[in-house]
């Protein structure tokens, strides 16, 4: 499967942005889709994940409340939109897919169990 990130760029504090990624090459609804932020000199972390049907999300205390994570599997397009974002936001984003097996509602939390990765996109937010 090959994803294709979309979104990013420079935001001021406080703002908003909606990131999209674009699957192909696989069946996007068998797939649980994640998003992950790696900051400069910090390890990769799990951000948002939503399940294969959509019915169940997670996310990272750093981004609850904060951010939506959301999918369209007949655009095979997953979504973060992201508000209130705080400069501590700043980093390269990541989506990734993971095979849920027969479960609708798992998601993944952990970067061990994302089988594909989508090409990481900068961030920055500005104070």
């Known amino acids: 499967v090959q994803l294709q990130a979309f979104g990013g760029g420079l935001v001021q504090a406080g703002g908003y942005l909606r990131r999209s990624c674009e699957a192909s090459g696989r069946s996007f609804s068998s797939d649980a889709m994640g998003w992950f932020r790696q900051a400069p000199g910090k390890e990769r972390e799990f951000a948002a994940a939503i399940s294969r049907n959509g019915g169940s999300t997670y996310y990272s205390d750093s981004v609850q409340g904060r951010f939506t994570i959301s999918r369209d599997n007949a655009k095979n397009t997953v979504y973060l939109q992201m508000s209130k974002l705080k400069p501590e936001d700043t980093a390269v984003y990541y989506c990734?897919?993971?095979?849920?097996?027969?479960?609708?509602?798992?998601?993944?939390?952990?970067?061990?169990?994302?089988?594909?990765w989508g090409q990481g996109t900068e961030f920055t937010v500005s104070s």
């Open positions: 990734a897919a993971a095979r849920s097996g027969s479960s609708y509602l798992w998601v993944g939390r952990r970067v061990g169990e994302y089988a594909y």
